[in-house]
């Protein structure tokens, strides 16, 4: 398959680099790409950045933003506020969880163990902008950022302003969002906070979202300040769990348990500074502590788990200069100690990373900027089972290279390829497993091992006149991918593994008042060695792809639609790909809104086509049944917010 995409590949960069008399066009700040902000990154990466302005006009959730991007894969589990969402990047399937890593400023919310991400601690106010960089993290951030990171950067600024709005929604859904921001000689402040609560389209979907975060800087000087970043969230929902075939073919809204649920909590400090040793060397590094508890019951059984997190990551950045070219050298640490204690279970299980990093960017010539980099990591996990007498404990290793070539054809096209090595370790979960005879508890930490494997990537990118359109071909070549056999009821190390695909995604400006947007991926994922050889892995859709246009009538409002399409996707659990396709499906959603002064209003129709659809389900060979996780159906959301002057 890669020959074919390669040829597209080739084609889709001829056909980006014709233009020959392109624009200025104004850099756009990263961070993700150089753990710095950086107004005119260099990288070799496929980042795509989804703007304030973008989240703002699609008025869904944050995880539902994230699918905005060509080649992420979004997967409620159950509810309309997204709280046990999954996202995928570059078709891990039912292993998404462990090899997309989710930061927020940089810092992980990734837990040590299997457990989802707190997207209550997000305030969707509180994002300026997403980054989205596919296939590469190994070097710059290391374990589980195997098919891609998601760095969600939040509003740092000063500015004085305040808002305040309200939203309703179809099955009793409710959210009110406020912030204000501020500052006093050299000392800024902002502070953002929601709450929304709804009843649910499916029985026992009942749910509430709370958080409160902001900073409080203080600048120092010319790029030089201090600043501290709190946050408190929470979370509550029931758990309805998967369906039999027969009651979703009847009846999608029904449950298979109507009185499990959980209940989350959690607050997060993060002191940090930021600080220009001299006009070519920077130094930032803060301090990030995360505490969460979670009550919960699965079928009748109470589950407590209570996590705790605490991270160090000190950086440097510095403008040398090479051999009189161009040169810059990110170096830094990363030091992350999480633990989580399971009440319930009497199991507990702790993760210590240390982490050294340097990535270097010199520009050989004007147009041609080349990129390598390194890291060593080393992660020591402990995991004991008090009831049943399990104690034990492990230590890996893996080293991280990467290398890559950016080449500006103009001032507006760039071409690139890289090459890189990634890596995993076990999370605390998938330490514990269960004796084939006996089923008792066992410590397989020292017995599966690290995931590793290398990504090779050729991508192009062209931005001008209105036009932006990028693309990327890659392989993923994966050594011992950890992930849970239904066969062998235990988490183990597989054979080889290989993913290969094409993402494609373009924005275009066709009128002054008209933007049409477009993303596509096709992609190929499956075992390449062993008795699943040249089976598809599951979960994971060879077809996505999402068209839009948006609308704007200046003071008659903004109309925008969007049609998202995932195909057909072996079930969950059906290693050998003898059962059936799970369906494919399509999503309309419409969106307008209208600003008068100071008050915006807002219209959003999710699923407006009321298609039925399962965005995850699996196949029981023990039962010998299909489960279903059923998505909403059509929703309606309206919204009003006032800006104080």
Known sequence: MINRLSAVALAV??????????????????????????????????????????????????????GMAAGVDVRPMSGALGIDTVVDLRGFGESAGSNTLILVDGQRLNPVDMSGIDWSAIPLHNVERVEVMRGTGGVLFGDRSVGGVINIITDKSGAPRASAGLTLGSYGYRRVDVSAAGSADATYFNIFANYADVNGWRKNTQGDQRAVSGRVGHILGDEREVFVDVAAYGDSNGLPGSIKRADYDADASRARSLTDHQKREGYRLRPGVRYAITDTLMLEGEITYNTSRQNAVYGATPYIANRDTTAFTPRLQWRHGLAGLAST??????????????????????????????????????????????????????????????????????????????????????????????????????????????????????????????????????????????????????????????????????????????????RWRALRNLELNAGLITQNAKFVDGPYSGNTVTLVPNLKYRVGAVFDAATAGRYGATWTHVGKRRFGGDFDNTKEMLDGYGILDLHADWKVRDVTLQLRLANATNQKYAPYALYSSFAGDYYFYPAEGRTLFGSVRYDFR
Not at 21 to 31: M, R
Not at 368 to 383: D, F, N, Y
């Open 13 to 66: 960069a001829a056909a980006l680099a014709a233009p020959a008399h392109a624009a200025d066009v104004q850099p756009e700040v990263v961070v993700s790409a150089s753990r710095f902000d950086d107004a005119d990154s260099k990288a070799p990466v496929s980042l795509t950045r989804i703007s304030r302005d973008d989240i703002v006009r699609s008025g869904a959730s944050l995880p539902d933003v994230l």
């Open 329 to 506: 050298t990110v170096a830094g640490l990363d030091v992350f100690h999480g633990k989580v204690d399971n009440v319930a279970l009497d199991q507990a299980g702790s993760q210590l990373s240390r982490a050294f990093y340097v990535q270097n960017t010199t520009s050989l010539r004007s147009d041609l900027h080349l990129t390598l980099g390194g890291r060593r990591q080393i992660v020591r996990q402990h995991a004991e089972d008090r009831a049943n007498g399990i104690d034990g404990e492990a230590t890996h290793a893996r080293n991280a290279f990467e290398a890559g070539l950016a080449w500006d054809l103009d001032r507006s096209t760039r071409l690139f390829t890289r090459w890189g090595q990634v890596f995993r370790f076990a999370n605390t979960d998938e330490l514990f497993g269960y004796d084939p005879l006996t089923y008792a508890p066992v410590f397989t930490g020292g017995n599966v091992r690290p995931q590793h494997g290398t990504n090779l990537e050729v991508g192009a990118r062209y931005k001008a006149d209105g036009l932006m359109v990028q693309g990327a071909i890659y392989r993923l070549s994966l050594t011992d991918e950890i992930g849970y056999n239904p066969i062998t009821y235990a988490n183990e190390n597989f054979d080889r593994t290989r993913r290969e695909g094409l993402e494609l995604e373009a």
